[in-house]
């Protein structure tokens, strides 16, 4: 056996021992653990905001901030933002509010009240669920594809395109198929939607848009050594290199990064229930190193090694050390710091949040090898840290700069060896949470909101959502196809939604054996192949005692009118093509709609003046026209639908998102209230 291979084997027999130890734990997880992954806002184009979870005030959104259920995204005009979330992508164009009502391990449970919205699901495993939850239907996706979905502005049409994969739209209690190729329409509210289908018709701007950052992923050089479950893999493609060093495998050195740079240096903190304190960084490939693997300090240079390519990735708010100690601090110039340092290569991470022996031992071994797992449960007292002690690695701040999310850039002080000698490696720090930490500091300036009709929006939903998404069901009749959720229950804020969770399988050729796309197979000799595991979503509620944000300026979207508060009711895999079929007919003959938009009974706003150029629909204000089909059984022939365009989205400074390069069978369906939305139907 030559040196090579037994070089390799070194570096695998630790992993495999720690993941056949996990193997034999038990399937689920404490209830209270986090989920093992979020979404991540990896593109701003325009005005983009965004409302955490609960926290019942707008503010900017931030590349890099990592989402979870309960959270708000809006579009404004003119603008486009794009979130990665497993094995999802998620394009949003101008004038659209998305959020999620699920998101843990096996289920991604998307609300779009209002807007334009691509979703591209790259692989579909066994038990997994990808919803979509409209005003007027909710779609699951039942083969992987990409597809496209619309509501207009007055919430009472939704159009879903399947460009390729094919799902089910439930509503009404009935669930309609729909194919290749195939667009199916949904007009009217409540119980009284009427249904029908016409050919896809040609992608548009957004579509083609979505599809260029698709095949960006599809051809990442970094998919040879990261799961394409890690989130922004991808944008280490062009912000650094990858090397194999003896101790460690593959490893990515990030490039154009200023002398003295150290992970975690570059960026703030924020509080997001249910990890606590997370990093936010400011680089637009800093997400991936940041919140999976362990960073090495390699020949002068840092470099990051990311965890094992074929187990399903756990997401962690920072892999750091928090330095404290009684002595610590003294004649730093600011009080009381509070440091931090990267943990090394094969370190054990001490989560600062409540989780289960389980969890703990599941988000170390699927981040980096650890030689002894037995080693995961100890005290951190007493442990060697080898980070600690590179010059520079320790970044400190001010509690203050710390606690209300201010940039450490510029803030931070690097302590000496011999500033460091009296301080110790601490697990947790004694810092509380304000509602800056909440926002992610950005608590001033004007940021654009949806109108509150268009917040307060009911979708219909098949899969019950979270607890924490703090939506209502309302229940429809039937159940679910064999395979999904049971419908037809109330969640209401406050009740405990709970799912599963569990150790890394172990049975690797039964995985193998999964119908699994061409990304999933073996890439320049890497294996792509990864294990799945169901996860608890939490069931913490949000800390209203903490401090009130400064005043600011909210802007919404568009004028709001009264209105009365309505509500509508309502599987393997392949990988998609890379492109899409552009040869698609179009139907005729449109058919004209009243435009008068319901009342909200008891809500009364008043409309502020438009701050943008209004974007170009495919219906007028009053009234509005749709195109529809004219049936003609058994065939069909339909009008070419009017094309959406799109303006060229702004740069928007301050925070307020920047751009980064980087007839149907019974069934189930309930309707539930949340997010805000944006403003068009595709015809």
């Not at 998919?223 to 460690?248: C, F, H, I, T």
């Not at 800056?436 to 268009?454: D, E, F, I, L, Y």
């Not at 009711?569 to 179009?586: E, I, V």
């Not at 339909?638 to 925070?655: I, V």
Request: overall charge positive; glycine content about 12%; hydrophobic content about 30%.
């Amino acid at each position: 056996m030559n040196a090579y291979r037994i070089w390799k084997l070194s570096l695998i027999a630790p992993l495999l021992l720690a993941l056949a130890w996990l193997g034999a734990q038990p399937a689920v997880a404490d209830e209270g653990d986090p989920p093992s992954r979020v979404g991540r806002i990896s593109y701003l184009g325009g005005t983009v905001s965004f409302e955490p979870a609960n926290a019942n005030d707008w503010t900017n959104a931030s590349l890099n901030r990592p989402m979870t259920v309960g959270d708000r995204i809006w579009v404004d005009a003119d603008s486009k933002a794009e979130i990665e979330v497993g094995g999802a992508t998620l394009h949003l164009g101008d004038k659209t509010g998305v959020s999620f009502l699920n998101l843990d391990d096996k289920t991604i449970q998307v609300r779009l009240s209002e807007g334009a919205l691509g979703l591209r699901v790259r692989e579909l495993k066994d038990g997994d669920i990808y919803e979509v939850d409209t005003p007027n239907a909710a779609f699951t996706v039942t083969k992987a594809g990409a597809f496209r979905f619309d509501v207009n502005e007055a919430g009472d049409y939704t159009g879903i395109t399947a460009l390729q994969g094919a799902g089910d739209a439930t509503t009404g209690g009935h669930t309609y198929p729909v194919h290749p190729g195939e667009r199916a329409e949904f007009r009217g509210q409540e119980d009284n939607v009427e249904y029908h289908t016409v050919k896809a018709a040609q992608p548009d701007k957004l579509d083609q848009w979505a599809n260029e950052r698709n095949t960006r992923d599809e051809q990442s050089e970094s998919a040879k050594y990261v799961s394409r479950d890690v989130p922004g893999y991808e944008d280490l493609d062009n912000n650094g290199q990858w090397r194999d060093e003896p101790d460690y495998g593959p490893m990515w050195y990030p490039s154009n990064v200023p002398a003295g740079w150290a992970p975690y240096g570059f960026g703030h903190w924020v509080w997001i229930d249910p990890w606590g304190w997370t990093w936010v960084d400011d680089e637009p490939w800093g997400f991936a190193p940041f919140h999976y693997g362990r960073w090495a300090f390699v020949g002068g240079y840092w470099g990051w090694c990311p965890g094992p390519i074929f187990a399903r990735p756990f997401f962690g708010p920072a892999f750091v050390g928090f330095v404290g100690g009684r002595h610590w601090g003294f004649g730093f110039g600011f009080g009381s710091p509070i440091g931090w340092f990267p943990l090394g290569f094969g370190e054990v991470y001490h989560p600062w949040f409540r989780a289960s022996r389980n969890f703990i031992t599941n988000i170390n071994v699927r981040s980096t090898r650890i030689a002894n797992v037995n080693s995961i449960h100890a005290n951190v007292n007493g442990m060697h840290f080898a980070n600690m002690r590179v010059p520079g690695a320790v970044t400190a701040v001010s509690r203050n700069t710390f606690v209300n999310s201010q940039s450490v850039r510029g803030a931070a002080f690097h302590p000496s060896a011999s500033q460091l000698s009296s301080a110790r490696v601490e697990s947790r720090i004694d810092a509380s949470p304000t509602m800056r930490s909440r926002m992610g500091g950005q608590v001033s300036g004007t940021v654009r909101v949806p109108p509150a009709s268009v917040q307060n929006r009911a979708v219909v939903s098949r899969a019950t959502p979270s607890a924490s998404a703090h939506t209502v069901t309302r229940p429809a009749m039937g159940t679910m196809r064999s395979g999904s959720q049971m419908a037809g229950r109330v969640e209401r804020p406050g009740t405990q939604a709970t799912g599963n969770s569990g150790a890394f399988s172990s049975r690797r050729a039964a995985e193998l054996q999964q119908s699994r796309p061409p990304s999933a197979a073996r890439v320049g000799g890497a294996n792509q192949a990864r294990g799945a595991s169901p996860a608890n979503r939490p069931n913490e509620s949000f800390n209203r005692g903490a401090s009130q944000p400064a005043a600011r300026a909210t802007v919404n979207s568009r004028p709001t009118p009264s209105a009365s508060n309505r509500a509508t009711s309502g599987n393997r895999s392949d990988r998609p093509p890379q492109s899409y079929n552009n040869n698609r007919a179009a139907p005729q003959s449109p058919r004209s709609y009243s435009s008068e938009r319901p009342t909200y009974s008891g809500r009364s706003y008043s409309a502020p003046p438009r701050s943008y150029s209004t974007p170009s629909r495919s219906y007028g204000s009053s009234p509005r026209s749709y195109s529809a089909p004219r049936y003609s059984a058994p065939s069909r022939s339909y009008s070419a639908p009017a094309q959406r365009s799109y303006s060229t989205p702004r740069s928007h400074s301050g925070g307020g998102g920047r751009s980064s390069s980087s007839g149907g069978s019974r069934s189930s369906g309930s309707s539930s209230g949340g997010s805000g939305g944006s403003s068009r139907g595709r015809r």
